[in-house]
């Protein structure tokens, strides 16, 4: 029997803007929701042929708690791995500002080339209560720095909101094409319904 799976919500739906809040036990619920998160990333995968579900974060689904799942092997479509993290935080960030593409299943369609830095130093708790630190280096850190963005309902696009030249989209072929800003990015209500 298959279970229920949680929907990726997408923007502009408030629940991606709320602060999430702190696991305090590791109980059956929470190994539900990453049990949901992995499933969820994956299924979604199926759907969308040039892209990748390299990691989520549980507000994604709609839970508002501090829980992320990381792909074990980002250049590897097949290994179908994932590690949570829970209550991650960033101990300090280090080295160059470099600028890479991000995308984001809750931003359906949109790219953007968003600064970061290179590396960043992580702690968090595994599923087994064991708590760990983390360096890390290259795509690695932006993605986690972007899911635990999203515990603090910060979305990529916030990091590049003013800058006219750092929104993309697929095109059919599957390559990233820089989108008309002024038409479809600065005053898109699904983007920034705060306005
Ligand atoms: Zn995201």
Known sequence: MKKQCAPVIVTPDPRLRQVSTKVTEIDDEVKDIIEQMIRASLDWEKEHEFELSAALAAPQLGFNRRIIVVREDMNEKSNN??????????????????????????????????????KARIKAQLTDGTEVKLKTEGFLTRTILHEIDHLDGILFIDHIRDKKDAFYKLDNKGDLVPVDYEKEIKNNKNLWPDD
């Open 81 to 118: 791995n994932f590690i949570a993290l829970i209550n991650p935080v960033v101990i300090k960030t280090e080295g160059r500002i470099l600028r890479d593409y991000e995308g984001c299943l809750s931003v359906p369609t949109i790219y953007g080339k968003v600064p970061r830095p290179a």
